[in-house]
């Protein structure tokens, strides 16, 4: 069942989102707001853009139809499996021997503010972290096929194996060596591609089938690669914004790049958990299914979605303080830091929403076959953005980065509604009720339940953290199980593919 599939994913996303949150805050307390937190977190941007880079599509986008269509456990598929690796490989390969050869100016550019000992150690952490790029890519590959065979539980503990690597080595080290930290990103990389070998090993693709040239086929790789040029134009261009937001955080304050690193993360959990486990769970049923069927299955998306996700964005705009104190405020993370963060937090969050229904319009207009209006209104965005950014920050200070984002965000949103208008069968527009009404309903709730919370607050006597982070939980619960109710109706007929969610 859809729904089985999309919890146990959520879920399994949960526990690695959580062991994330815990990385980052044993990080934090042993590093705070600094000079070396810049650097390490700046080092980081690898595994962050390669992430994005999948989160968006950029194997799974052409990977999961090709594979949907192949049968299962036929030369075909061991075909159509290693045409793709090795597709995906060999551009991998290329881009970790640019960053290694290249690293120190790549670092310049990035952050040209901090100073020459800072970037000679930037680029002597981003060679150790340079190899994820190609580890990541092939287990991309290896989890697009598991999603193809409605496999969607084991895949997900993956990042779970990177977190707790290196939480394991920051705990060993004891903030002590950025190096040895920066090295247990690729040997999580490692064992996580090795587990995820050994899953694809149940379905008879082993590693020594790899160099056969009977498994291998260039119209294959051809199609896989025509098909994802578009998207990986677009995605490749997409680290212009995290890299730019950081040129222009890298004149600001000290400590501001390191602010919107941890902010990153807290809304990584939200984004991981719920957009982007909907949004893996929906693609391969959406490219099993006629088009006729799919206006109907992606708007149960979207109001999913929504109901979902809405109580979380008003979440953060009542309590994002008690949120940032309750998880970073420890060590050499002060109170300024948690009030700098927050402001942060609140203004971002108004990015989550939109951002995480592209993910599923995306989905919808990969499974069509489109792939070029993907490209086009992620470039708009990214475009927009830029302009944005560069105006806002200087007049209102580095939080507003998050605004800026959540205004492309909005205008890409709207554009790939029109991509699904534009040439497909009729009945799109229903996705777009819920993602209007959700940002409508969180417009005019937003600021009524931050004043509400503050007077909960003071009315209850809840002085510390904890006993704030309880009351603020009371209010999500309150929320959810409202908007809950009103997703009941379009999860309860929601179409039930054939999942094997083991």
């Not at 069927?293 to 109580?311: D, N, S």
């Not at 819920?434 to 909960?456: H, T």
């Not at 929320?479 to 094997?500: E, N, S, V």
Request: aromatic letters at 12%; a positive charge; hydrophobic letters at 55%.
């Amino acid at each position: 069942m859809l729904k089985r599939a999309f919890g146990l994913l959520a879920f399994l996303t949960l526990l690695s989102r959580f062991s994330g949150f815990i990385r980052v805050a044993v990080f934090a307390s042993f590093f705070g707001r600094g000079p070396e937190s810049d650097i390490f977190l700046t080092a980081l941007l690898v595994p962050e853009l390669m992430y994005r880079f999948l989160s968006e599509g950029l194997v799974a986008s052409a990977a999961i139809p090709l594979f949907v269509r192949t049968p299962a456990a036929s030369a075909q598929e061991r075909t159509t499996f290693w045409s793709i690796f090795w597709a995906v490989t060999l551009p991998a390969g290329l881009a970790v021997a640019i960053l290694i050869i290249w690293a120190e100016p790549i670092c310049a550019l990035l952050v040209p503010g901090f100073e020459a000992a800072a970037l000679g150690r930037l680029g002597h952490l981003w060679r150790l972290i340079a190899p994820y790029v190609v580890l990541s890519a092939q287990t991309a590959v290896m989890t697009a096929f598991l999603n193809a065979r409605q496999v969607f539980g084991p895949p997900g503990l993956g990042p779970l194996v990177v977190n707790l690597t290196i939480i394991a080595v920051i705990l060993w080290t004891r903030g002590g060596n950025l190096e040895a930290i920066a090295l247990s990103v690729t040997l999580g990389a490692i064992m996580q591609l090795l587990f995820l070998a050994w899953l694809v090993r149940r379905h008879g693709l082993v590693a020594d089938q790899a160099l056969s040239p009977a498994n291998l086929s260039w119209p294959v790789m051809r199609e896989f690669t025509d098909q994802v040029a578009p998207v990986a134009v677009w995605l490749f261009l997409s680290p212009v914004i995290p890299v730019y937001e950081r040129y222009l955080l890298s004149s600001e304050a000290v400590g501001s790049v390191t602010i919107l690193n941890y902010n990153e993360k807290l809304l990584n959990l939200p984004l991981g958990i719920i957009s982007i486990s909907l949004a893996t769970v929906l693609f391969p049923n959406l490219s099993q299914i006629e088009e006729k069927e799919r206006p109907p299955l992606l708007a149960k998306g979207v109001w999913a979605l929504t109901v979902m996700l809405l109580p979380v964005f008003l979440a953060i705009q009542a309590g994002s303080e008690t949120i940032v104190a309750t998880v970073y405020q420890r060590g050499r993370f002060e109170l300024a830091d948690t009030a700098l963060t927050a402001g942060f937090f609140r203004a971002y969050a108004w990015w989550l929403l939109p951002t995480s229904t592209c993910l599923l319009l995306n989905r919808a207009l990969f499974a069509r076959g489109s792939f070029r209006f993907p490209f086009l209104a992620g470039l708009t965005s990214i475009l927009l953005q830029i302009g944005l950014d560069t105006w806002l920050v200087p007049r209102w200070g580095p939080a507003s980065v998050g605004w800026g984002a959540a205004l492309a965000a909005n205008v890409q949103m709207a554009l790939l509604f029109c991509g699904l208008a534009w040439g497909g069968r009729g009945g799109w527009w229903r996705s777009m009720v819920p993602a209007l009404a959700g940002l409508a309903v969180g417009a005019i709730l937003s600021s009524p339940l931050a004043g509400g919370f503050s007077r909960l607050v003071r009315a209850g006597g809840l002085e510390g953290k904890w006993q704030q982070l309880i009351g603020l939980t009371g209010v999500w619960v309150v929320i959810q199980l409202g908007a809950g109710l009103a997703a009941w109706p379009f999860w309860r007929d929601a179409r039930p593919p054939a999942t094997d969610s083991h």
